[in-house]
């Protein structure tokens, strides 16, 4: 059973607001990445990070930012909340090294902002 | 570039039908390839995954999925479904780096 978790899980809040999704893994893993989900559409990474320190960019662009200060830790964080940006937004993990390596998701951060 | 295509959005199915979820990918290199399943509520679980080896890859509860290379397909397959299993199916392909490239889902309701 992985151990990788997610606050909050359900958030409602005004536009302009500021959020943080706090996500964090138990397991000891290198590899953190951010997905974001709209409603019956794709998943698409948004960010991912190797380490502690290292961040970058995924496929979709995306106005949120992250940061990795603790191997353990990637919360990610709006600055000014749109409606735009209402979407579930998911957090995973896996290993470092070799390859097939398995990753692991969150229960996932639903947003909505009005 | 990779990419990954599941050709149905929905699907419903009886309780005891049999089912196939297309699932085609496009990536010139090595694959790793995944089915991952998402119940209403919860979060995504891994179903199953091919590495290598044995192209019929069998999975949790019932699963299984085949790994076609000259056919770029992974279909998912189970040949007896239960209500237990509506939940949207995703299926995901691991190439370059260690970032997985997610198929637009698939929603299975099975009918009791």
């Known amino acids: 059973e992985a151990d990788i978790y997610q606050t909050p899980r359900y958030l409602v809040i005004g536009t302009g607001k500021k959020i943080t999704l706090e996500c964090s893994q138990t397991?000891?893993?290198?590899?953190m990445y951010w997905y974001q989900q709209d409603p019956g559409m794709e998943l698409h990474l948004i960010h991912y990070s190797y380490g502690v320190n290292s961040t970058e960019k995924g496929d979709l662009s995306s106005e949120s930012t992250v940061s990795r200060i603790r191997t353990e830790h990637f919360p990610l964080t709006l600055e000014s909340a749109r409606p735009s940006h209402t979407s579930q937004y998911l957090c995973?993990?896996?290993?470092?090294?070799?390859?097939?390596?398995?990753?692991?998701f969150g229960e996932g951060s639903w947003l909505t902002v009005v | 570039a990779q990419s990954v295509s599941q050709h149905n959005h929905h699907v419903i199915l009886s309780e005891a039908a049999s089912l196939e979820l297309g699932c085609n990918y496009s990536?010139?290199?090595?694959?790793?390839l995944f089915w991952y399943v998402q119940y209403p509520g919860q979060h995504l679980q891994l179903l199953l995954k091919y590495f290598s080896g044995d192209p019929l890859v069998k999975g949790i509860k019932g699963f299984e999925a085949e790994f076609i290379k000259s056919k770029f397909s992974f279909n998912l397959r189970k040949p007896s479904v239960q209500w237990s299993d509506t939940a949207e199916y995703f299926c995901?392909?691991?190439?370059?780096?260690?970032?997985?490239?997610f198929g637009g889902g698939t929603r299975l309701m099975v009918k009791p």
């Open positions: 397991m000891g893993h290198d590899k």
């Open positions: 995973a993990s896996s290993e470092s090294g070799g390859s097939g390596n398995t990753i692991y």
């Open positions: 995901a392909l691991k190439g370059a780096g260690n970032m997985l490239t």
């Open positions: 990536y010139g290199g090595t694959v790793n």
